[in-house]
């Protein structure tokens, strides 16, 4: 969010060069400046509305009566940060026998060295196919992502009795900001009122 308001500065001062110190006999320098302004605006908005505009949490409901999944997903458009239709959140529903877990990683050159990353995505499958229709992300590690679909199996297909203790108190992510400006500019979760009563009873 910090890092969006620098781009905003300099989208600001680009617009003051514009105005002031680029004579219409330096096409170019108005040129640079032009793109300057842009960029500064873009990358300013597109920082700033990825913090705030994300919601606090993205949560994922799991429905053994039903056999459902009900996933929280905030969608965004990086190259298009000013669109109000392509952002928001699209709660959504999937049917559990249709999920396949699927472990991924990306390794390339940094100025460090190897840098990488890795996770665990869900994959939608068309019924009775392997042909993948949807994803969505379920942690951002791999052992992360290993003990949760672990557990998610376990409680979709024994039952509750069959979850592990849990050695930490649940944790409220809808209020528990600390001090993060910008979670708490976040807007709450909150379910749609039809999805929210049936994800959380049975049929």
Same mark, same amino acid.
């Given at each position: ?11 600001? /001062? *680009? ?17 640079? +400046?032009?793109? *300057?302004?842009?960029? +500064?605006? @873009? ?14 949490? &993205? ?7 039903? $056999?459902?999944?009900? %996933? ?6 990086? @190259? ?8 928001? %959140? $699209? ?14 990683? =990306? ?22 196919? /392997? ?15 290993? /003990? ?8 979709? =297909? =024994? ?38 009563? &049936?994800? $959380?009873?049975?049929?």
């Amino acid at each position: 969010m910090w890092l969006g308001f620098v781009g905003l500065i300099v989208a600001v /001062n *680009g617009a003051r060069m514009e105005l002031n110190d680029f004579p219409p006999e330096y096409p170019f320098l108005f040129l640079i +400046g032009l793109i *300057g302004m842009y960029v +500064g605006l @873009w990358s300013g908005v597109l920082c700033i509305r990825s913090d705030i505009a994300t919601p606090r949490d &993205e949560p994922i409901r799991f429905n053994r009566m039903r $056999r459902k999944v009900y %996933v929280y997903r905030f969608h965004y458009c990086w @190259w298009n940060p000013f669109s109000r239709t392509r952002w928001g %959140v $699209r709660p959504v529903s999937f049917d559990w026998d249709d999920l396949r877990a699927e472990s991924w990683g =990306q390794v390339g050159i940094a100025a460090g060295g190897i840098a990488g990353a890795w996770g665990v995505d869900i994959a939608v499958v068309e019924p009775g196919t /392997n042909h993948v229709i949807d994803r969505f992300r379920l942690a951002g590690s791999n052992t992360d992502g290993i /003990n949760l679909w672990a557990i998610a199996r376990a409680y979709m =297909q =024994q039952g509750p009795d069959a979850l592990p203790k849990w050695p930490y108190p649940p944790r409220d992510w809808n209020n528990d900001v600390g001090l993060n400006l910008a979670r708490k500019l976040a807007p709450r979760v909150k379910w749609p009122a039809g999805m929210d009563i &049936e994800s $959380r009873s049975a049929p």
